[in-house]
């Protein structure tokens, strides 16, 4: 009974945390990854702000040291909760795609190359990460 009630308690906590907005110092309360239309795609809770920001990167280590990036400013419209966002995708009315052209950073030793990441491979590890403005 006490396990059955502890669990009970873990869900509920944790569906209030997916479905609760607030403004606090992260970008978004919550994101998540799906597959919508065959196509991979964010699902961002951006709790009222006005944009976000999603990197989605290669997160491998790789004796080239190039970063592989696919980078997208979205303004959400409405000051809506919620934002799919399909990744690797063209920008759309309210988007706006800043990783289409190869550029290096830095200089010397400690430079390193940015390429656009223009599909996701099996095998691989993905990240992605959120920046949001408040209102």
């Known amino acids: 009974m006490r396990r059955s009630l502890a669990v009970a308690v873990a869900a509920f906590m944790a569906w209030m945390s997916l479905g609760a907005c607030y403004l606090g110092p992260s970008p978004a309360q919550y994101a998540a990854l799906a597959v919508i239309g065959g196509r991979p795609t964010a699902v961002i809770a951006v709790c009222g702000r006005s944009t976000v920001s999603i990197d989605l990167f290669l997160n491998e280590d790789t ?3 190039d970063l ?3 980078s997208v400013t979205v303004t ?8 799919e966002v399909e990744l690797l995708g063209k920008a759309r009315p309210g988007w706006e795609v800043t990783s289409n052209e190869e550029h290096v ?3 010397g030793l400690d430079s390193f190359r940015v390429i656009p990441l223009t599909s996701i491979e099996p095998g691989h590890r993905y990240t992605t990460r959120l920046v949001g403005k408040r209102p």
């Open 63 to 65: 004796m080239d040291g």
């Open 68 to 70: 592989h990036l696919w």
């Open 76 to 83: 959400a419209p409405n000051r809506v909760d919620e934002v």
């Open 105 to 107: 950073i830095g200089t």
